[in-house]
């Protein structure tokens, strides 16, 4: 099992950046794939960015892709998404996620755990 607790959200201008930060507590992190997830409001939840265990390999929704980079210190038990020329669309709130050794996935429903989330909010 393992628990999740993201930070580093917050209010920032378009063109800005954030780095959001999620803390995993248990034993066997280095065994989970993670992922990002978004929700805005009236918005269904939807997959921003994922890396998996083992090899690391990462994957990006379109609307992120070549702006936010996701990366993951397994001795720290720690995952990151490292978010860059924020625009107003990007305002949800963001939660990670963690799936027992598979791949990464879109679905919200094959994840196992998820944060609570933090708040990311662009101003135009």
């Known amino acids: 099992q393992v628990q999740l607790v993201e930070s580093g959200g917050g209010l920032v201008q378009a063109g800005g950046s954030l780095r959001l930060s999620c803390a995993a507590i248990?034993?066997?992190?280095?065994?989970?794939?993670m992922g990002w997830f978004r929700q805005a409001p009236g918005k269904e939840r939807e997959f921003v960015a994922g890396?998996?265990?083992?090899?690391?390999?990462?994957y990006y929704a379109d609307s992120v892709k070549g702006r936010f980079t996701i990366s993951r210190d397994n001795a720290e038990k720690m995952v990151y998404l490292q978010m860059n020329s924020l625009k107003p669309e990007d305002t949800a709130g963001y939660s990670c996620?963690?799936?027992?050794?598979?791949?990464?996935?879109?679905?919200?429903?094959?994840?196992?755990?998820w944060g609570q989330g933090t708040q990311v909010t662009v101003s135009s």
């Open positions: 890396i998996n265990w083992g090899g690391g390999s990462t």
């Open positions: 996620a963690a799936r027992y050794r598979s791949l990464w996935s879109m679905r919200t429903d094959e994840y196992d755990y």
């Open positions: 248990g034993r066997t992190f280095s065994s989970y794939t």
